[in-house]
């Protein structure tokens, strides 16, 4: 019995350590692509998005794209009506 | 003809029905209403759902082995979920291909633009780890029949990651997988209700209310460049957990690198969404009346509930700190995304934020330890599986 | 090197080819020109055709085993349609995902707004068994040789229902499978040709004028329960009938629930359409010259013409019997319809009404029995396999 | 012989009887069922789409779902232009 | 816990990292370079390359077999690659499936419009045997230690053509099949770098300058009935190139004959995709230390540069012929196209046409022996497994 | 060793043999074959696409598809808009 609960703490220590452990060193690891990274093609920035990362919707990629072409329909058209 | 007559009145299910089989149909369905109803989960639950509603069918065979003679051939055929259960999940191909989609759905821009969010990530495996140690005393104490392994598998409800939870399940706990899962995948959902208590106890409101400074703007190439780090971190430090980490950056990286869309496309949607349809057919078999109407599942249940609001507070603490010790203030909201349960989790981050101040838009912030919570929970797994088998 | 010279023409399809490979052949082009000329249930016979073509290339090996060594390491693989047809069809795994695609593209509405429909899709059945009872007779006069489970799965055909026939026939007579699925997907595609004159004698004009009341509206709740419902009934009555049915109301839950539009799409499109392909071939590799060169096939085709016909006939007087008893005048020609060939059967049903009265619009009024001949041919296919099993 | 032509009745019988016994009984708890529910749902209706059952075209739902978005752009424009 | 916490670190990639192991990550990650800033073949050189990447991480087990109980239980599962690579490369299911997938994707338009270019698909083929002879030489002479099988695999790099080459390869020589896909698969992607010095070399500028008359037009019923012939002179003359070009026709008839373009369009998208992810996953599975590592590598990377060299030339001496004997004037330029690569090949035949005369746009005239170059292909794949076996 | 070489020769010869016999039957058969269509149904003509083979790009078929209907729904828009 005893054993049991020894083993279960043991997992929890090591678990937790090799958690932190690993993900500073992510931290770290990663801090340091960045810069680097940044140093070295400082011009090549991107916006980061702003919608939320899973998703869950049905093909965002295709209403975008519908939004885009959309958009640039209209915009055509209203140029064309103006002229 | 009347034998046959009686033959069929037998293989009725009236006459076969046993209270089990009956009673888990019940809870089939209810998990089929939940998904309808209350949307829970629906994209999981349901497919579970009905997998255990046909499970439970008497005499329907859904989980019937195929019968060879001695040369080898097929003498009767298995049955539907038997062939999913031990061809996709026993062997761990669904969890690892539907983590592969889930990465190529997956933005890291946020987790990049503050790393040190991934600090809030660990914390929140915090509640995978307690739930462990409550698992094991439940089975110490023997209130209830588990191990080591199956304490590990029942603690990874905390991690809120669904694939990771059946691919440690299955390989830890296969007998729990059904009660785990569907524990998983239901306080998933619940994470709007069990969340916000605990947020509100924890934070004043003048914590709440912190305003973050705006995230920098993160370039393609550290996206690109970031699930190859991990990747090999991982080779590195924790090779136990490589499948489930190698295969969700792997999807990152098809989805980042921007030559492969037509790969990334299709892993983020037909494949994904065939793998699903199965998985959660194959996970409603192990919903049995034998493999789940007994007390270890009230354990597991009550246990799962445990390990979420330990992953919560335990992320809520630890931004906190962050906060103290920060140059850049934290708001302690966002640590309670570190459990994952992604994009949920986040958004009730930034929901109880939007309360305190309505000017106060977290969702962004929350992002970075969401995901980071993903990396967390496999890291944990990774862990799990090296100590339990060595 | 001129023995090699001689191996390479020994193995060339002049040396080697027999006349019933060539006959195969034939067949296989046959039913590849009336599928793309003729337009026969294309998604299926063009497959099946190219199937039947490729297992009839002699030392192709399309059908070959794999061979193993005694430690298990493969010595020559197996060929692509002995993988499919061992993997995909007598595992049954194959026409249940087409089911549930089929549920998934299913639309219940017309046959909730009127229920009494349901009893011609039973009517319908009858071409079934009448069948059945042919096929018997053939086999107990020593004319063919066909057992009761052949005779059984010869009867499914006259259900009109693809995935239905190949799941009966896999379980009850691989070796017919073939000729079964050939017949069925035929006949399917010949609605337009054999149901019309049946319907013409039958009816007089002036019924096939009758002008039906407009359906009511169908509310989204009762799309969602009734696949619910259909799903408790066939656990209770008839779990051999669960497979089938329990697929294909899985698919029309995904489908009109609402949460899970994702699964759905992928189920009514990629999957459905990987499958389609799959099963084309597979079946079509028991289109070789052994199992498909003989007199059982043409008995087989000519039952299934029967099948076909009784079953329209027993709708259509079905449905005169109800137009005397409702209240509500009920066209006969829908009962014709209860044969299941969705969309097929309403279509004519429809396009005959119209000849007879311009403004007769019967489709959707014949959607309803089309619809719940899928669920007759269904509950006919589980008495069969418990029946004969039993 | 005649043992195979028994069973065959046998076969013919029962399962007519049971495939009208099975979609009778489905008339009936289906009837209440459409009772029940719009009794206690009254307001929850939806019409009964005109198009046939298994639709056999590829992905009606993004002709749909483009014919929304263009619905509401081309709206939009025009209002726009009113302005 | 001390030896808890041993054996952890006797599970990381620092402990049990073998040079072999680290060498062939760096590998995997220089495909993965090459993939994504190269443009090199990225849909299938990316998941080579994690592939590659994650079966040399130690300890994760990506290529493990399961194990099972005398009773047939699971004992522990398998690796995910272990399951794709005997599921779908072993058996030869993946390369199949990919090839219907390109024939659905082929259009033999601008090759009906002049047969005569299949003779440029036949000349090029010269590279293959060529390098099978060169592979012979270096294996007799007892400097790598080639067979028969594996100079024939080694050959097939040649034929510029990905599924051939896995299809082969894993057929006459598993063990090599990791070093030939990654050289197949490099030299496509190289064919802007390789091809046009040669064809400098070999042509003249008035040579390179020859304007071809325009194409006619094909009628659509030309282009169903093409894969109906080339299935049926494959079955009469060389069954064993039946699997590949069956297939291929296959899925060229379901595009071209207009009444499946459901299932046209899911083979050339979500099919191929999924199959291409795992496809490169195994494959990947195959760049293990002691299968790559070696001089054998360093000789199949070398012979397939000759290969690729030899079959350009022979292509373009072989249009060079055709010109002079011919009525209408051959651009020589084209023969390059008919070592496949489509439709890289085609391209550059283009662009070295237009330095040559800017209004001189052969990307059409390239199209018909860049598309015969793959029939060609498959050919000589079917002589290769026929003579190797026979 | 010089049977290996044999053995690779007489492959070559074979094989290349093989790939010119069996493509030169096809030249003749496909030529044939257009000969009999265009003279049997000389009508049914289409031109045959200029894009190359193997299209690379995702769904085309969609944006196609986009096009159309934008260009419907501008061209509609327009007209309302002349009304
Ligand atoms: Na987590
Ligand atoms: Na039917
Ligand atoms: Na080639």
Redesign the interface.
């Known amino acids: ?2 054993g ?13 350590g ?10 770290f ?3 340091y ?2 810069r680097l ?2 140093h070295f ?1 400082p011009e ?7 919608e ?5 919707v ?2 965002p ?3 975008a ?3 885009a ?3 640039a ?2 915009h055509q ?2 140029n ?2 103006t002229n | 003809m009347e034998s046959k007559l009686l033959n069929l009145f037998h293989d009725t299910g009236f006459y076969q029905l046993e209270l089990g089989q009956f009673v888990m149909i019940c809870v089939g369905l209810l998990l089929v209403f939940l998904a309808i109803k209350k949307g829970f989960e629906p ?1 999981l639950l349901l497919p579970i759902g009905i997998g255990a509603v046909l499970v439970n069918i008497p005499g329907a065979g859904f989980m019937a082995a195929p019968v060879y003679d001695a040369a080898g051939h097929m003498v009767s055929p298995g049955g539907l979920q038997y062939y999913i259960y031990h061809g996709g999940i026993e062997t761990g191909l669904f969890p690892l291909i539907i983590f592969m989609g ?1 990465g190529a ?3 890291f ?2 987790m ?2 503050n ?2 969010t ?2 809030l ?2 914390a929140a ?2 509640g ?3 739930t ?2 409550g ?3 439940l ?4 209130i209830m029949d588990f ?2 392994a199956d ?2 598998a029942i603690g990874i409800i905390g991690g809120a990651d669904g694939p990771t939870a059946i691919f440690v399940a299955s390989r830890l706990a296969p007998d729990l997988l059904g009660a785990i899962a569907v524990a998983a995948y239901s306080y998933m959902a619940l994470v709007p209700l069990i969340q916000p208590p605990i947020m509100r106890a924890l934070t004043t409101p003048a914590e709440r209310s912190i305003k973050m400074v705006q ?1 920098r ?6 996206k690109i ?2 699930p190859v ?2 990747t090999v ?1 991982v080779a590195m ?2 090779p136990s957990a490589a499948p489930l980490l190698g295969m969700f950056c792997f999807g990152n990286l098809m989805r980042e690198c921007g030559v492969v869309n037509r790969l990334s ?1 299709t892993a ?2 037909a494949l994904i969404n065939v793998v699903t349809i199965f998985l959660g057919l194959g996970v409603g078999s192990k919903l049995s009346s034998e493999d789940f109407l007994n007390l270890e599942t009230l354990g597991i249940l009550a246990l799962g509930l445990v390990a979420f609001s330990i992953g919560t507070a335990a992320g809520i603490l630890m931004a906190k700190l962050m906060n103290k010790m920060s140059v850049h203030p934290i708001n302690p909201l966002i640590g309670a995304a570190g459990v994952s349960a ?2 949920m989790a ?2 009730v981050a930034n929901k109880v934020g939007l309360e305190a101040n309505k000017q106060n838009f977290l ?2 912030h929350a ?1 970075g330890p ?3 919570g993903v ?2 929970s496999a ?2 797994a990774g ?2 599986l090296s ?2 088998a060595g």
């Open positions: 019995m005893s049991l609960l020894e083993e279960g703490i043991g997992l929890m220590v090591l678990g937790m090799f958690v932190f452990l690993f993900l500073i060193i992510l931290i690891v990663t801090g692509m960045s990274l940044n093609f090549v920035q991107v916006a980061t998005p702003v939320p990362t899973a998703r869950s049905n093909q990629s295709i209403d794209q519908m939004v072409v959309i958009t329909a209209v058209h209203r064309n009506n | 994209l889930v759905m997956t933005d821009g946020p990049l633009a790393p040190k991934l600090l990530g660990a495996q915090f995978i780890f307690a462990v140690i698992a094991v005393l089975g110490a104490s023997g191990t080591l304490a590990a995230l703007e993160v370039s393609k190439r550290e460049i970031f780090v991990v971190l430090f924790l496309d983020q949607n992604v994009p986040a958004r969702l962004m992002m969401n995901v980071a990396i967390g890291v944990a862990v799990m100590y339990v």
